[in-house]
C-alpha cells in the first residue's frame, strides 16, 4: 500500500491545472448504457473511481476504449447484462447509478445494495422511491436490490431531501419513459445540471436542472454524444486553500468560477485574496488567517466535501471557528487525525469548535474517506516537520496526480510504495 510523506512548511506558488470532476464524470459515464451508438469522453480524469466505473460497465456488457490521454470511447449496443456485484458497489457507492440505465434499457436490474460508508448511513431510499414511482417493482433480498418493470412511466417525484445521485439516477430512467417526469425539491449541483445537458445532447428533453424542480419528457431513444468533462470545483477549492494555507500564490487554470461562489466567499472571510479573471482563479494567502463558521448545507451552501480542506484552515485561525456538518451525520473523522499534529478542535454531535493554534506537527496520520485525505494533505503542508499519510487508496479516488500537482507549486511531497 502507497503512502504519502510530506515535509512541511514551504509556500506554494505557482500554476496548476484543473482535471475533470470526478462527480461529474461518474454519471456521465453511465448515462452511456441509455444509448446504443457510441459516446466519446474527453478530459476524463485518470483516477480509481474512474477504473471502477469502466469495469463497471464492462461487466455490464459495454465497451470501454481508452482513446487517448483522458479519452475514453463507451458503446453500450451489447449491454445486456443485469447485475451488479457487491465487490463494485462496495468500492464505489455511485455504482448505485446504474438502477436507471438497467431499468430504462433492460427492464431489471440487480444491484448490491450500498451499505453506510464511514461518513454516514447514506440510504438511498429516495432513489428506490422514486424509481417504484415510475412503475419499478423493487425488492430488498440477500443484500441486492433486485427491481423490474414492464415500461417505467412519468410520474410526479418529491425528493424528502435533495439528493445529487438520486436526481441524477431519476433523470436518466425518466429520460426513456413513457410520458412526462417532475422531480420536486432537486439537488442544485452543477453536476446535476451537466448530466442533464449531456442527457439534453443525447436527445433527451429535460428541463429546468439547476432549480428545484426539474420536468423530463420521455423519449423513445436517445443518441450518443461527444462530452468534455467539467473541471473538478472540489479539487479548485482544495488549491485555493493550499494557497490560503501556505501563504502562498497559486494560479488554479481552468476552473468554473461561478461553481465555487461559497467556498470564494468564505475563503475571502478567512482573509485570502482569490481573483477570479475568466476560467482562472489567482489565490493569494495572508499572514493572517481569520476565524470563520461555516455550515455545508446542499448547493449553492458551502459543500460538504470542502468541510474537512475548510477545517485545515481554520486549525490556524486567529480565533476560534463554528464548523457545522448538516449533510452527513459521521463526517468530522478528521478530526482525531488532525488533533494529533497538535490542532484544538472539540467535536460535540455534527458540530466541530476550531481553536486556531500557533502551528501543526507533522505525524503519521490515517487518512479515513475520499475529503478527509485531502485535508491530511493539506494539514501536512502546513505543518513542521514530516507528516505521513496512511491508507492513501481513498486519495487516488478522486484526485488526480495529487503529488505531482503539489510538488510542481513547490512542495516538498512524495508517494512511496510499501
Ligand atoms: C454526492 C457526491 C458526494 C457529495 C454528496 C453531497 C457523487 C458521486 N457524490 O453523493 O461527493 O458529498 O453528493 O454533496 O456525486 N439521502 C437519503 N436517501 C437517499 C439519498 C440520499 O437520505 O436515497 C441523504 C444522504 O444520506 C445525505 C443526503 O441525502 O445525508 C445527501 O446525499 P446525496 O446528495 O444523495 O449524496 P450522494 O449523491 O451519495
Known amino acids: 500500500m502507497d503512502k504519502i510523506i510530506i515535509k512541511g512548511g514551504k509556500s506554494l506558488k505557482g500554476e496548476v491545472k484543473i482535471s475533470g470532476a470526478k462527480n461529474a464524470a461518474l454519471p456521465i459515464l453511465i448515462s452511456s448504457l441509455l444509448t446504443d451508438g457510441t459516446c466519446k469522453y474527453n478530459n476524463v480524469p485518470a483516477l480509481n473511481d474512474i477504473k471502477s466505473v469502466n469495469f463497471l460497465l464492462e461487466n455490464l456488457g459495454a465497451k470501454v476504449v481508452k482513446t487517448g490521454a483522458g479519452s475514453l470511447s463507451i458503446n453500450s449496443e451489447n449491454f445486456n447484462n443485469h447485475k451488479t456485484s457487491y465487490e463494485l458497489v462496495r468500492k464505489m457507492r455511485a455504482s448505485i447509478l446504474v438502477l436507471g440505465p438497467l431499468l430504462a434499457r433492460l427492464k431489471k436490474a440487480e444491484v448490491s445494495f450500498p451499505g453506510g460508508c464511514a461518513i454516514g448511513a447514506r440510504p438511498v431510499d429516495l432513489h428506490l422511491k422514486g424509481l417504484a414511482a415510475l412503475g419499478a417493482k423493487i425488492e430488498i433480498k440477500n443484500g441486492y436490490i433486485k427491481a423490474f418493470c414492464s415500461q417505467l412511466k412519468g410520474a410526479d417525484i418529491y425528493f424528502d431531501f435533495p439528493t445529487v445521485t438520486g436526481a441524477e439516477n431519476l433523470m436518466m430512467a425518466a429520460s426513456l419513459a413513457k410520458g412526462t417526469t417532475v422531480l420536486k425539491n432537486c439537488a442544485k449541483e452543477p453536476e446535476v445540471i451537466e448530466l442533464a445537458d449531456v442527457l439534453n445532447k443525447m436527445g433527451a428533453k429535460i428541463k429546468g436542472a439547476g432549480t428545484p424542480t426539474i420536468e423530463i419528457i420521455g423519449v423513445k431513444e436517445l443518441k450518443p454524444a461527444e462530452v468534455a468533462i467539467m473541471p473538478d470545483r472540489i479539487e479548485v477549492g482544495t488549491f485555493i486553500i ?31 485574496d482569490i481573483i477570479v479573471k475568466n476560467n482562472n482563479i489567482r489565490a493569494i494567502g495572508n499572514k493572517e488567517i481569520k476565524s470563520a463558521d461555516i455550515k455545508t448545507l446542499p448547493y449553492p451552501g458551502f ?15 486567529n480565533g476560534v471557528s463554528m464548523i457545522e456538518e448538516s449533510v452527513f451525520e459521521n463526517r468530522l473523522i478528521h478530526v482525531s487525525e488532525l488533533n494529533r499534529m497538535g490542532a484544538d478542535i472539540k467535536v460535540s454531535g455534527n458540530k466541530a469548535m476550531v481553536k486556531g493554534v500557533k502551528f501543526l506537527s507533522g505525524a503519521p496520520v490515517m487518512a479515513s474517506d475520499l475529503r478527509a485525505s485531502a485535508s491530511l494533505v493539506l494539514a501536512g503542508l502546513a505543518a513542521k516537520g514530516v507528516t505521513e499519510i496512511n491508507r492513501i487508496y481513498h486519495l487516488d479516488r478522486g484526485y488526480e496526480n495529487i503529488e505531482a500537482k503539489f510538488s510542481a507549486l513547490g512542495a516538498d511531497i512524495k508517494r512511496i510504495s510499501v
Open 303 to 317: 459543500p460538504t466535501d470542502m468541510q474537512a480542506q475548510f477545517m485545515v484552515l481554520m486549525c490556524f485561525g
Open 242 to 272: 493550499a494557497a490560503a494555507l501556505t501563504n502562498g500564490d497559486i494560479l488554479i487554470k481552468g476552473c468554473a468560477p461561478k461553481h465555487l461562489e461559497a467556498v470564494i466567499n468564505k475563503l475571502k472571510e478567512a482573509g485570502a
